[in-house]
């Protein structure tokens, strides 16, 4: 298989959801019903469906815009160097960061976009690069860090009242959670 087929079979699952996003944004405007309500509401029934749909809707074009190139970019190397646990790393950084948010945010109020995903796939490239300890993985924790570290660092702290820094947090934690337990699996093995 060529670098340039699987380069571009590494970035179907990041495309798909950021069609999705898209299209979700799409419905919204045309329509003009608000998606919100697929949101994630915190230890609410309602709520509940956020964990499935909330990194779908977003709140406008430049919330929508400012998810999709990270998430492209950090997925598709996720899936291109990772392959063989990548399916792992963005199942957990969806579901277990917004189950934490359903259960933990202090916030009762809707939680929408895919931050909460794209922080814990940046987390679990970053960590999972230094504890493998490889030339190719530190690079990639290195460009990652430059590109996205201090917007990770201050993204997981309450400087906003319209932004879910609870999603970004949980994501940072997910993502790091999931780099410590693969790396120990790898260690062990």
């Known amino acids: 298989m060529s670098r340039?087929?699987?380069?571009?079979?590494?970035?179907?699952?990041?495309?798909?959801?950021?069609?999705?996003?898209w299209l979700s944004f799409s419905?919204?405007?045309?329509?003009?019903?608000?998606?919100?309500f697929l949101g994630?509401?915190?230890?609410?029934?309602?709520?509940?469906?956020?964990?499935?749909?909330?990194?779908?809707?977003h709140g406008n074009l430049i919330h929508l815009v400012s998810n999709t190139f990270p998430l492209l970019f950090l997925g598709t190397l996720l899936?291109?160097?990772?392959e063989?646990?990548?399916?792992?790393?963005?199942?957990?950084?969806?579901?277990?960061?917004n189950c934490l948010i359903w259960l933990l945010s202090p916030r009762i109020s809707y939680h929408i976009g895919?931050?909460?995903?794209?922080?814990?796939?940046?987390?679990?490239l970053i960590l999972y690069g230094l504890l493998r300890q490889d030339f190719l993985s530190l690079v990639i924790s290195l460009v990652i860090i430059l590109v996205y570290g201090s917007a990770f660092l201050y993204g997981v702290f309450p400087t906003d009242p319209r932004i879910s820094w609870e999603a970004h947090l949980f994501g940072?934690?997910?993502?790091a959670a999931t780099a410590i337990t693969l790396a120990r699996k790898k260690r062990i093995r």
């Open 4 to 21: 340039d087929h699987q380069f571009f079979g590494s970035s179907v699952v990041p495309f798909r959801l950021v069609f999705l996003m």
């Open 84 to 97: 063989r646990i990548a399916g792992i790393v963005f199942f957990n950084c969806y579901f277990i960061t």
């Open 172 to 175: 940072a934690l997910t993502g």
């Open 114 to 124: 895919a931050s909460g995903l794209i922080y814990g796939i940046g987390v679990f």
């Open 27 to 36: 419905i919204e405007f045309y329509s003009g019903i608000d998606l919100g």
């Open 40 to 57: 994630i509401l915190p230890r609410t029934f309602r709520g509940l469906l956020g964990i499935f749909f909330a990194p779908m809707v």
């Open 79 to 82: 899936y291109f160097f990772y």
